[in-house]
């Protein structure tokens, strides 16, 4: 395991069962500390006010989806190194390569299973 469970986790999803789903395997892993928004406008906010070391965002959000807030985040000089995995259901190529583009740190496509998850994150941390 090449990551700090004890690092600030920011999860982004404008469902509540999504986020709680996500947390729960976060949890499994090991993270202890996870924030949660439903959606990249008050995601961004919260990274405004908090210390954050992780994004695990959607894709798609109603008033700012995962790309905005990822384009966002990349386009600020205090977040752009930020570790971000987007999350989504699409599993299109012009939307994987959309994020790639986007400079995310890797991304998974639902469903998901606990494995596959920690297996992106140690990709990211590596």
Do not use: C, H
């Amino acid at each position: 395991m090449a990551y700090d469970v004890n690092m600030q986790v920011l999860v982004v999803d404008d469902f509540p069962t999504m986020r709680r789903i996500m947390k729960d395997i976060l949890r499994q892993l090991g993270f202890q500390n996870i924030v949660e928004a439903e959606d990249g406008v008050m995601a961004w906010e919260i990274l405004g006010k908090q210390p954050i070391d992780f994004i695990v965002a959607d894709w798609n959000m109603p008033k700012m989806t995962g790309i905005e807030l990822l384009r966002k985040v990349r386009q600020s000089k205090d977040y752009q190194n930020m570790p971000f995995l987007m999350v989504t259901a699409e599993a299109q190529q012009e939307n994987i390569i959309e994020a790639v583009q986007a400079k995310v740190s890797n991304y998974v496509i639902k469903p998901f299973t606990a494995d596959i998850l920690e297996q992106k994150i140690a990709k990211i941390f590596a």
